[in-house]
Antibody, heavy 120, light 106 residues
């Protein structure tokens, strides 16, 4: 059974930093691209970032480029999101998600999410 | 930046057909996927690559994509299908979600 378990969320002041983790199990983590997606309270889903299976390639939404860094440790089956220079508008539930295998891009599994609140 | 627009809400009677549209510039040239999100839960994939259903997703869910519009159709809608639905597509290497549609089963 595919499991994605996020952790590391919490309350942080504007301008602060936070690192999210996502522990993966139930599948061969090292062959899948992985994503972070966020959802502000009461709002829709927003794609944040994506990392290649071996960590060699990354993509970011314009809203987080230069502030957030996605990475992974395939030996630990863990995905990360380092978030710096946090703003109030970064407040959201952050979901770790797995990309489906194939020639095109789609997300096939989601974690339960971890809440990040940016507030003074 | 690329945008995907969905109607905010769709209402349907039990047993009837619900159609949810997702509009974007030349969306038919891209692949669309759809996910379902119930209150307090994580999203669940229901359609990928325009028309494909993951294993475990009921056959009443189907998808299409042509021109500027992708459509998710729920045939014989059940009360358990009441949820928010989001389309998703990729513009080069950037992911884009639709604005979301709340499906209410009356």
């Amino acid at each position: 059974e595919v499991q994605l378990v996020e952790s590391g969320g919490g309350l942080v002041q504007p301008g602060g930093s936070l690192r999210l983790s996502c522990a993966a199990s139930g599948f061969t983590f090292s062959i899948y691209w992985m994503h972070w997606v966020r959802q502000a309270p009461g709002k829709g889903l927003v794609w944040v970032s994506r990392v290649k299976s071996d960590g060699s390639s990354t993509n970011y939404a314009d809203s987080v480029k230069g502030r957030f860094t996605i990475s992974r440790d395939n030996a630990k089956n863990t995905l990360y999101l380092q978030m710096n220079s946090l703003r109030a508008e970064d407040t959201a539930v952050y979901y770790c998600a797995r990309e489906g295998l194939g020639a095109t891009i789609w997300i096939d599994y989601w974690g339960q999410g971890t809440l990040v609140t940016v507030s003074s | 930046s690329y945008e995907l627009t969905q109607p905010p809400s769709v209402s349907v009677s039990p047993g009837q057909t619900a159609s949810i549209t997702c509009s974007g510039d030349k969306l038919g040239d891209k692949f669309a996927s759809w996910c379902q999100q119930k209150p307090g839960q994580s999203p669940v994939l229901v359609i990928y690559e325009d028309t494909k259903r993951p294993s475990g997703v009921p056959a009443r869910f189907s998808g299409s994509n042509s021109g500027n519009t992708a459509t998710l159709t729920i045939t014989g809608t059940q009360a358990m299908d009441e949820a928010d639905y989001y389309c998703q597509a990729w513009d080069s290497t950037t992911g884009v979600f639709g604005t979301g549609t709340k499906v209410t089963v009356l």
